[in-house]
């Protein structure tokens, strides 16, 4: 697949209809050719954008992706009535509407694939956005090397509209993300341990999943010293079976995201121990791992 892009310098007036026409063909057999031409017509402005950003670049069966969805006023004036909709993918299980990030209405308590998603009507002032999450799980068994693709549109009671769509790789392009989790590596606070969440409770760049480093030197609360060491089986084992709210509660001892403190935290302890955290691609000051 090759492709060509045309540029065409601004200036043009508004309801300008410009068309695009192109012919491919061998020159050792000119008769086999193929033609394609597209109209458009040029707007001053956009008043209404979506965009449509998918949180992981991949996906994998059982997998919770995200896709945050953001409609933005581009307008100096209030659009009124805006009205944001989605179509539900192919090879996605189903959505509960009960999902406590999913704000969304579906035609039941659930989202099935092929209908169509809405979100509440909503004036929106000029200037600003507002954004949502349509967070479903990959099915499982699915296709790997199948793309999933996400379309959605927005209209504001004018009859503005703006569309956005956004598709994902399904399978793992290992080159790019040594751990499968959907997370370049470019990015990626773990890049040895699958953590699509990306928490990291610390701030200090490497993600739990892989971060049993909880203090620093002589127990220090307050830093990492990039080793997991006495210090932090202690800090961990005075935050053990422990939820959040508990007087002990330390969330860079919940490893796994589960909101408590138990034996499969205990693992990645004793994974790491005596030797530091991560490795994650940019580790700041605060992990202490930065000379």
């Known amino acids: 697949i090759r492709e060509a892009v045309v540029m065409i310098d601004g200036g043009l007036l508004p309801s300008t209809t410009l068309e695009a026409a192109a012919d491919v063909f061998s020159i050792v057999t000119p008769d086999e050719r193929a033609r394609a031409e597209a109209n458009t017509a040029t707007r001053s402005t ?7 950003n998918a949180l992981v670049f991949t996906v994998a069966d059982n997998r919770r992706l995200k896709n945050l969805l953001t409609v933005t006023n581009n307008d100096a004036f209030t659009r009124f009535g805006v009205a944001l909709k ?19 209405d579906c035609l039941g308590t659930t989202c099935t694939f092929g ?6 009507l909503t004036d929106l002032p000029g200037g600003q956005s507002f954004s949502v999450i349509l967070p479903p799980t990959v099915a499982a068994p699915f296709v790997e090397g199948r793309l999933i693709n996400f379309y959605a549109w927005v209209e504001d009671d004018l009859g503005v509209q703006a569309r956005g769509a956004e598709s994902i790789y399904s399978g793992c ?20 341990v699958a953590n699509t969440s990306q928490i990291d409770t610390n701030g200090d760049g490497i993600g739990n ?36 709210g508990d007087g002990n509660w330390n969330p860079d001892a919940d490893m796994d995201d589960d909101d ?25 000051a605060a992990s202490g791992c930065v000379p």
Do not use: H, M, Y
């Open 260 to 284: 408590f403190i138990g034996f499969l935290d205990v693992a990645v302890l004793k994974a790491f121990f005596l030797a530091p955290p991560g490795p994650a691609a940019s580790p700041n």
């Open 173 to 192: 392009f290992a080159v790019l993300d040594n751990d499968c989790d959907g997370i370049r590596d470019s990015s990626d606070n773990c890049l040895a």
């Open 86 to 104: 989605a179509r539900f993918p192919q090879d996605i299980s189903q959505l509960f509407e009960s999902d406590p990030e999913f704000t969304g």
């Open 46 to 52: 956009v008043l209404l954008s979506l965009d449509v």
């Open 115 to 120: 209908e169509v998603i809405s979100w509440p």
């Open 209 to 244: 999943a892989c971060d049993p480093d909880v203090v620093g030197q002589f127990g220090d609360p307050g830093s990492n010293n990039c080793l997991v060491d006495f210090f932090d089986v202690s800090a961990f084992k005075a935050a053990f079976l422990t939820i959040p």
